[in-house]
Antibody, heavy 121, light 111 residues
Framework: EVQLVQSGTEVKKPGESLKISCKGSGYIFTNYWIGWVRQMPGKGLEWMGIIYPGDSDTRYSPSFQGQVTISADKSISTAYLRWSSLRASDTAMYYC??????????????WGQGTMVTVSS | QSALTQPPSASGSPGQSVTISCTGTSSDVGGYNYVSWYQQHPGKAPKLMIYEVGKRPSGVPDRFSGSKSGNTASLTVSGLQAEDEADYYCNSYAGSNTFGVFGGGTKLTVL
């Protein structure tokens, strides 16, 4: 079964760093892009960025460029989303997702269960 | 890069049809046939309902259909059922720099 399993709920303070993960299984991890999507409380889906684990080619939405870092460790089939200094406005659910086809993007057909990040003093 | 434009809400009675629009630009919706639609129930991850404008993944009822004209894509839900009540998001490929953009979402209410 193809699936993405994300790391658990996080509660952090402003200014702290954080790295959440998304582990792929049931498919060749290096052959598919992995995207990250933010959903703030009560709000819509926002495209953050996408990485190709095969060569770590990464593309960011302009809104998130410089705010987060997307990476991947292909040896353990895991993608990451990292913040160096969290803000209260980073409080959101974060989803990772995999496109339908290897090597390209048309739509996300596989989604992780989401990681809830709460940033509060 | 701006989000695609969707109406905040839509509604219909059981058995009726409802259409949700998604307006972008020639740099996203109008430029590629990579428009997809997602259904999201409260507390759940999004679910792919339509891809490549009008194709349905296996398991999605044929009551769901998609189309595109120019810079506007549409999702039509026919024969509305109570379980169709959810938030719906469109998405489009937007070029190799960023890859994708979502719409703001539409809350579909089954009256």
């Amino acid at each position: 079964e193809v699936q993405l399993v994300q790391s658990g709920t996080e509660v952090k303070k402003p200014g702290e760093s954080l790295k959440i993960s998304c582990k792929g299984s049931g498919y060749i991890f290096t052959n598919y892009w992995i995207g990250w999507v933010r959903q703030m409380p009560g709000k819509g889906l926002e495209w953050m960025g996408i990485i190709y684990p095969g060569d770590s080619d990464t593309r960011y939405s302009p809104s998130f460029q410089g705010q987060v870092t997307i990476s991947a460790d292909k040896s353990i089939s895991t993608a990451y989303l990292r913040w160096s200094s969290l803000r209260a406005s980073d409080t959101a659910m974060y989803y990772c997702a995999r496109p339908m086809y290897s090597g390209s993007y048309s739509a996300f057909d596989i989604w992780g269960q989401g990681t809830m990040v709460t940033v509060s003093s | 890069q701006s989000a695609l434009t969707q109406p905040p809400s839509a509604s219909g009675s059981p058995g009726q049809s409802v259409t949700i629009s998604c307006t972008g630009t020639s740099s996203d919706v109008g430029g590629y046939n990579y428009v997809s639609w997602y259904q999201q129930h409260p507390g759940k991850a999004p679910k792919l309902m339509i891809y490549e404008v009008g194709k349905r993944p296996s398991g999605v009822p044929d009551r769901f259909s998609g189309s595109k004209s120019g810079n506007t894509a549409s999702l039509t839900v026919s024969g509305l059922q109570a379980e169709d009540e959810a938030d719906y998001y469109c998405n489009s490929y937007a070029g190799s720099n960023t890859f994708g953009v979502f719409g703001g979402g539409t809350k579909l209410t089954v009256l």
